[in-house]
């Protein structure tokens, strides 16, 4: 983030004649953002998954993230008893997952259903209600409260701002950004950043360990 507030100030120095260009690197720079933070959230949640998997630590994760995957997993199959109402086929379907009762039970060897994607799934955008959503299903409950805490500011209108601001600029005609936006806008993705750093550290290191850190 630090290169593209240096990219934008360069931006900044070009002539009044060259301003659509200026626009542009401003508007790309919160783009950019938005999308490193997607990345970050959705690799911080897949390193730790896989971490787990390999060191053999299953005992150690939050039953509730062992759940959500569970739960993912039979989604369809009860879906389509919904729809069909066919026991025999929900049964033997049931039948052939053996290996949720491992995911279930906390074992230490977890099976190759416990993915990190699955956790992020349709929710690693970095809006407040995917934030919540997704924190909550590795078994971090009020993250929004407690990036606030860390960063002595409200997260819930830090994050709105900057998708507010993103959701506009996608528009066929977006608002100007000046540079004392995009340097805002970037510092407060940043400290946001930091800030799900350091809460998430502190996860990996109760449920997995130190070691399984790899951010």
């Given at each position: 983030m630090d290169f593209l507030i240096k990219k934008a100030r360069r931006a900044q120095r070009l002539r009044?004649?060259?301003?659509?260009?200026?626009?542009?690197?401003?508007?790309?720079?919160?783009?950019?953002?938005?999308?490193?933070?997607?990345?970050?959230i959705r690799l911080l949640i897949e390193s730790w998954a896989q971490e787990v998997k390999n060191k053999a630590r299953g005992h150690l994760t939050p039953g509730e993230c062992r759940a959500f995957i569970v739960s993912k997993r039979?989604?369809?199959?009860?879906?389509?008893?919904?729809?069909?109402?066919?026991?025999?086929?929900?049964?033997?379907?049931?039948?052939?997952?053996?290996?949720?009762?491992?995911?279930l039970g906390g074992n230490a060897n977890l099976p190759a259903a416990f993915d990190g994607k699955v956790l992020h799934q349709g929710?690693?955008?970095?809006?407040n209600k995917?934030?919540?959503?997704?924190?909550?299903?590795?078994?971090?409950?009020?993250?929004?409260?407690?990036?606030?805490?860390?960063?002595?500011?409200?997260a819930e209108v830090l994050i709105e701002s900057f998708q507010s601001v993103r959701t506009a600029l996608a528009h066929a005609a977006p608002p100007t950004v000046t540079i004392g936006d995009?340097?805002?806008?970037?510092?407060?993705?940043?400290?946001?950043?930091?800030?799900?750093?350091r809460i998430f550290y502190k996860h990996v290191?109760?449920?997995?360990?130190?070691?399984?850190?790899?951010s």
């Open positions: 009044a004649s060259d301003s659509d260009i200026r626009d542009l690197v401003f508007q790309s720079s919160v783009f950019r953002t938005g999308a490193a933070v997607e990345t970050y039979l989604q369809d199959k009860f879906s389509r008893y919904a729809f069909n109402g066919d026991e025999k086929e929900l049964y033997m379907a049931l039948r052939a997952e053996t290996d949720i009762v491992v995911l929710a690693a955008y970095p809006s995917n934030i919540k959503k997704l924190f909550a299903r590795v078994g971090i409950d009020n993250i929004l409260g407690r990036i606030s805490a860390n960063l002595s500011r409200d995009v340097e805002k806008l970037l510092g407060d993705s940043k400290a946001l950043v930091g800030s799900i750093d290191a109760a449920h997995g360990g130190r070691d399984c850190w790899t």
